[in-house]
């Protein structure tokens, strides 16, 4: 009998301590600890309204804004870097081991240790804001050449794509006779930017390519694609030098949305154009790249085959895009040079432009390994 | 008995003779992760100082009122800890509301210390010593400022040390735990100074 009152009373002590504390927590929780909600500007295009006094980073993670974090927010990975543009106090101490001098100045901080009382201005990177999965459907699918497809997305959910010309989507490859499951391949996107409804690829048979065979026999008008994007760091840049694009087969997409997109946004920078292939029968949108040497000012087309056909009757350059890149480009490092194709053909291709005198930070490439 | 024992001679013992880290060994895991710098250092020593100190008085209020009358002192080690944790989370949301320099120097090391064995242990010594209101708030604050100070020389030697070459082997919690053990072996001499128990 006493045992059991004295259990009793233990309980109830246990119980009255904790309920007491709980209260009064509870009671700190909802007065001291309210901050209302506060505004987050990202980018300065889109703002999220979240409540305040928590970390940045989980604040994000709510608005399904993800930014890379390997350690949960406990600030001890130090990946969760973001730019604040606007006055958010001190670094803490639980900051400062991960921020270097170089950082402090451009006022990054560690998002999980930074909380938000107020209202924040951050910058992340366009591709970790937009990076989404998108549900596709193929509006049409052309051939380009007997052997490179143009495949139009028209996109569903969500409705609109935000991207960089130049940049890549991941097609996923659903399963069928040679994948057991679906896959991921990724393709440059052909259209430029002010597209933002569908998304163009090109995309070149490769015997036993997983995708391309799916592509070349099997997709239909009409299907449901899932894609997501978009990546890359295949853009222009923003400077006043000549422009050297050079690319082969495929290779075209990305180099045709830039082109595209200078026209759009006006940007007439001295631009030439080498397109590989081996014949007239691997040319394509060849009208469309005369057609922007008459519309888009400083820009040059030069198409090159190796080994064109008698039935031909060729009469432009000729040569490995090697020997046509060393007959047409002076010397000189005022230059910037952008390449998209075969591995074989853009280490060819490097070589001979670093002799040419162009620094190789200037050089961008997407390999199609 | 402890009763005769004047308050400021368990203050210095609690900062020298019997410092709560190098003699107990207590607190070891924010000790070690924590003493790299000699400021990050400062704002968790000025933190432990505060809740240690805080804590021994609430926790002997709630010994000698809630659990001494009701028979439950066994029931020490629970309430404690909630105790020590529900005091460590209001402070903490208070500090952040007031100030941002000060939660950027000590509040945020609040979580940190949450659990930290030194502050339950200094709240079970002064029961099991059987300390009066008084005492215990020189021996929390005593030992605080004990464990402040052997953190904040840590984080001295630890600074000069990150110019040195130290084996592989060694490097990082290895060469600390050896370097907290020279200290304590210097905080042995003065032991038997001052009796407190």
């Known amino acids: 009998m006493t045992v059991a009152i004295q259990l009793l009373i233990g309980i109830g002590a246990i119980c009255g301590v904790s309920t007491v504390l709980a209260i009064i927590t509870v009671i700190a929780d909802a007065t001291i600890a309210n901050y209302g909600d506060v505004k987050i500007r990202i980018n300065d295009d889109k703002e999220v309204v979240v409540s305040g006094g928590r970390p940045l980073l989980g604040s994000l993670m709510e608005q399904k804004i993800f930014i890379p974090s390997a350690c949960g927010g406990r600030g001890s990975c130090g990946l969760c870097k973001v730019k604040v543009t606007s006055d958010a106090g001190d670094y803490l101490p639980t900051e400062l081991p991960w921020i270097s001098e170089e950082e402090k100045k451009q006022n990054i901080r560690l998002s999980c240790q930074l909380k938000i009382k107020k209202d924040i201005a951050i910058q992340i990177p366009e591709e970790l804001f937009n990076v989404k999965e998108y549900i596709t459907e193929v509006a049409s699918l052309r051939d380009l050449t007997y052997d490179i497809k143009e495949a139009t997305l028209k996109l569903i959910e969500p409705g609109e794509i935000k991207l960089r010309a130049g940049q890549y989507i991941q097609f996923q490859v659903p399963e069928y006779e040679l994948s057991k499951e679906s896959i991921y391949r990724a393709y440059s996107v052909a259209s430029q930017p002010s597209v933002t409804d569908r998304v163009e690829l090109e995309i070149r048979l490769v015997p036993n390519g997983i995708c391309t065979t799916y592509v070349f026999n099997h997709l239909k008008e009409g299907e449901r694609i899932t894609i997501n994007g978009p990546y890359g760091e295949f853009f222009l840049r923003e400077s006043e030098r000549e422009i050297v694009f050079i690319a082969g087969g495929s290779g075209m997409a990305p180099i045709k949305a830039i082109l595209y997109d200078m026209r759009e946004k006006g940007i007439k920078r001295k631009a030439t154009y080498f397109f590989g292939a081996r014949a007239v029968k691997d040319l394509f949108l060849v009208e469309e790249m005369r057609e922007l040497e008459s519309s888009l000012e400083g820009f040059t087309f030069i198409p090159a085959l190796s080994e064109p056909s008698e039935s031909d009757r060729w009469e432009g350059e000729t040569g490995l895009i090697t020997e046509v890149l060393d007959r047409h480009i002076g010397t000189g490092d005022d230059t910037e040079a952008y390449l998209c194709g075969s591995p074989g053909m853009i280490d060819a291709s490097v070589k001979v432009l670093t002799e040419k005198g162009i620094p190789e930070e200037l050089i961008y490439y997407d390999k199609f390994a | ?197």
């Open chain 2, 1 to 197: 008995m402890s009763q005769g024992i004047a308050f400021y001679a368990i203050f210095f013992a609690a900062i020298f003779t019997n410092n709560i880290l190098l003699t107990n060994y207590l607190g070891m895991c924010s000790f070690l992760a924590v003493s790299r710098e000699v400021k990050t250092s400062t704002g968790l020593g000025m933190a432990v100082v505060f809740v240690m100190t805080v804590t021994s008085v609430l926790n002997w209020l709630a010994y000698r009122y809630i659990l001494l009358p009701l028979d439950l002192t066994y029931l020490r080690y629970i309430v404690f800890i909630v105790i020590i944790a529900a005091f460590v989370q209001l402070l903490e949301m208070i500090i952040e509301r007031v100030s941002d320099t000060l939660y950027s120097a000590l509040g945020i090391f609040l979580p940190l210390i949450t659990v930290n064995c030194a502050i339950l242990g200094v709240s079970l010594f002064m029961v099991i010593r059987k300390y009066t209101l008084l005492q215990s708030f020189f021996y929390g604050l005593g030992s605080g400022i004990g464990w402040a100070l052997a953190i904040i020389a840590m984080a001295g030697i630890r600074q000069k040390m990150a110019k040195a070459r130290i084996p592989k082997g060694l490097a990082g919690a290895g060469i600390t735990l050896i370097i907290a053990g020279i200290m304590a072996l210097a905080f042995m001499g003065f032991s038997g100074m001052i009796k407190i128990t």
